[in-house]
């Protein structure tokens, strides 16, 4: 059994995407990233994917009709590849059943808070701006909603006074990019399991 195969999806600069790379080729993470799928061309993490040997399927939604049109795309090719496991990563766009159907349970997402609260954009302003005291990250199971999904891991995160989203968002990027590759880890190692909405892992 070689190692789980992996597609990272990702909109932005790459940060998570960065962090996944570098586990993997510092042996601490036993995946091979098949592909970097990237709905902006331009984006940073299409760089850090070249960079790292990662193959690109890139595309400019606009010249689709339909979100299920260019997912029906992005499946065909991930299938071409035997992907396993597909890690959202900062993918800013609305998945459908059409790709959340087939990968239930094979899709996970990173989430700049706590959930359940703040879910959608800006989980740090969010946060910010409602007062707590303790904020974080959160690793969970695409559903179809937002943010909806089960839980598998989670870092808290102190709001330190006078934090600003950029300070606040330093480190809460930086739990991410601690959390996320543990968890690929765990799921890689079959230790993870979903049963409803509980998600159990083995620590054996």
Known sequence: MGALRIAVFASGNGSNFQAIADAVQSGKLDVHIELLVCDKPAARVVERARNAGVDTFLFTPKEYPSREAYETEIIAELER??????????????????????????????????????????????????????????????????????????TAVEVQDGDTE??????????????????????????????GRHVTIRQD
Do not use: C, W
């Open 81 to 154: 590849r035997g992907v396993e496991l597909i890690v959202l990563a900062g993918y800013m766009r609305i998945i459908t059943s059409v790709l959340v159907e087939p990968y239930y349970g094979r899709m996970i997402n990173i989430h700049p808070a706590l959930l359940p609260s703040f879910p959608g954009v800006n989980g740090i302003g969010q946060a910010l701006a409602y007062g707590v005291k303790l904020t974080g990250v959160t690793v969970h199971y695409v559903d179809g909603g937002m943010d909806s999904g089960p839980i598998i891991a989670q």
């Open 166 to 195: 950029q300070t606040l968002g330093e480190r809460i990027h930086a739990a991410e990019q601690a959390l996320l590759p543990s968890v690929i880890q765990l799921i890689a190692e079959g230790r993870v399991a979903l049963d």
